[in-house]
């Protein structure tokens, strides 16, 4: 597979708490460098990063991140925020808790109520995979089918692990038709991306590939 066709999948994240404007505005110039589906960036630099992109690369950013645990009126909240900022796309953490206890219908309401909130916007929705079985994450796959957003991600990157070839398998078996699926951390090299969207991963969560793309002399 091409390098630039992996790349066109890739939302170009950097998501530490100690990221500054300087390292946002380098994330945003690498995205329209390489050509990348969007750049993932936390919501305080939503407005100046999306004014900074003037359209040339699509702005991603994060609500109820990373933990989930917020209440559905503030992600909805955040969400509308982030769009009315310039937001493009909104990957948000579901209520974890809510899953472990079986409340699948509570989820879906959380998830339906947040896709409101984003307008029209893409909405991507984060389970951790991680800390969930099998069973919850086929699960979370009919939640996410039903609830009107566009994908289901695997992670955070701020747990205790990232995607793997299992769960983006597993979660492209048990998902709609419509329901794209984003693998999040866990790449550690181009053929690992590769081995993520032949597996049927649409998107890529990852601060890596540029960085392997530069050294390697592209772009």
Same mark, same amino acid.
């Given at each position: ?43 305080? /630099? ?30 909805? $909240? ?23 206890? !079986?409340? /699948? ?39 996410? !089918? ?11 990157? $701020? ?25 999040? !951390? ?9 081995? /993520? ?21 592209? !772009?």
């Amino acid at each position: 597979m091409e390098l630039q066709t992996i790349l066109s999948h890739v939302d170009h994240t950097l998501l530490k708490p100690e990221a500054t404007w300087a390292q946002i505005q380098t994330v945003v110039e690498e995205g329209v460098r390489f050509s990348t589906a969007s750049v993932c960036i936390p919501p305080s /630099f939503v407005e100046q990063a999306a004014q900074y992109a003037r359209g040339r690369v699509k702005v991603c950013t994060v609500i109820g991140f990373p933990n989930g645990y917020s209440t559905v009126a503030t992600k909805c $909240f955040e969400a509308a925020d982030a769009v009315e900022k310039g937001a493009d796309e909104i990957d948000m953490v579901i209520n974890l808790g809510l899953v472990k206890e !079986g409340r /699948f219908d509570a989820v879906l309401d959380e998830v339906k109520q947040v896709k409101k909130a984003c307008g029209g916007r893409v909405l991507k929705v984060i389970i951790e995979t991680c800390v969930l079985t099998r069973e919850e994450k086929a699960a979370m796959c009919r939640v996410v !089918g039903e609830s009107g957003a566009e994908f289901i991600k695997t992670s955070t990157g $701020f747990s205790t692990g990232g995607a793997t070839f299992e769960d983006v398998a597993l979660l492209r078996e048990h998902s709609p038709a419509h329901v794209q699926v984003k693998a999040a !951390g866990g790449m550690s090299s181009l053929a690992d991306a590769e081995e /993520f969207l032949r597996l049927g991963a649409s998107r890529l969560g990852t601060s890596r590939l540029v960085k392997l793309a530069k050294e390697a002399g592209h !772009g």
